[in-house]
């Protein structure tokens, strides 16, 4: 066999050359690793269909596929959350190290970000994220959410003030994070609840995703005080069986909680002037299938 009938054919070729982006476009549109996986398969079977001499850019193409199954698919998804027990969470991504040095892709990638993109409506969402986050062209978003260039400006216009307004302080440096999710493992495995409540902003707001699976908090807790409560009282609940694991999750320092060595929860959190702002714990199970492996992601 020569080694020209061992490469693949072009098209397959296109389509794994660009995964990674596709996933992660997906995967922000939609804040379900799962749904994104799924987007892919479809995006695959659509490309896989098409005459590749008709098209001019391979990138654009793919992603335009991509889009509009992501779109269809946020339409379902959010029918699901609008009968999800408890507060609902993005599902967390074990990501690799070097994600962090793409400081825009990282941020737009991290929990507090993605929860600002759930507030957004679907075409929101994907147009602020295919402009914002990997920069194509108006003309190019128009015809990936069949809208006409300038109704994509307006949408891009309105969307990058709601999330202006409702987004983080600008990026975190990951040392500060580091440092800061160093300080609260050692407090919440020492029981020290001053030591939480000095790393915790007045205003912090913990959210808890069990999915009606596992227990968690039903809704949002706010306040320092009332936050570091609730964290010494379920570190003394897991007992000596839990293990505090660092991890990169969703391009970020965070915590993997095991206990008797399975994967029990994922603590990701926001921090912003040394003090922690946001702490979001993913508990459903179903929720934690790519932390267990690294998900590449690109842009």
């Known amino acids: ?20 982006l596709l996933f992660t476009v997906a995967y922000e549109i939609l804040g379900s690793a799962v749904d994104a996986e799924d987007v892919l398969q479809e995006t695959w079977l659509r490309w896989a269909g098409v005459d590749l001499s008709t098209v ?8 335009r596929i991509a889009t509009r199954q992501a779109l269809g698919r946020l339409r379902t998804l959010g029918r699901r959350k609008e009968s999800y027990v408890g507060p609902w969470l993005p ?4 990501t690799a190290p070097d994600v ?15 929860l600002v993109l759930e507030t957004l409506a679907p075409t929101e969402r994907a147009v602020f994220v295919l402009r914002e986050v990997f920069d194509l062209g108006y003309e190019e978003i128009a ?11 307006q949408i891009a216009h309105r969307a990058r003030a709601h999330v202006a307004a409702r987004r983080p302080r600008g990026p975190v440096s990951t040392d500060e994070t580091r440092a800061a999710l160093g300080a609260f ?3 919440v495995e020492t029981g020290d609840l001053q030591g939480l409540l000095d790393l915790l902003a007045p205003d912090v707001v913990a959210l808890s995703d069990g999915g009606g699976i596992k227990q968690a908090m039903p809704r949002p807790t706010v306040g320092a005080e009332k936050v570091a409560r609730l964290l010494a009282a379920g570190a003394a609940a897991w007992g000596p069986v839990a293990t505090l694991e660092p991890a990169q999750i969703n391009g970020h320092p965070a915590l993997v909680v095991r206990i008797d060595g399975e994967i029990d929860l994922v603590v990701a959190m926001r921090v912003e002037d040394g003090f922690i702002t946001g702490i979001y714990s993913v508990r459903n199970p179903e929720k934690l299938t790519h932390v267990e492996r690294e998900t590449a992601v690109s842009r």
């Open 1 to 20: 066999m020569s080694q020209d009938d061992r490469r693949p054919d072009p098209a397959t070729e296109a389509f794994v050359s660009h995964r990674n």
């Open 56 to 63: 001019r850019e391979q990138r654009a193409y793919l992603v």
């Open 91 to 94: 599902e967390p991504l074990l």
């Open 100 to 114: 962090a040095e793409d400081v825009e892709l990282a941020e737009s990638i991290s929990m507090a970000m993605m």
């Open 143 to 153: 015809e990936a959410v069949e809208k006409s260039p300038a109704a994509v400006r």
């Open 185 to 187: 493992q050692r407090a």
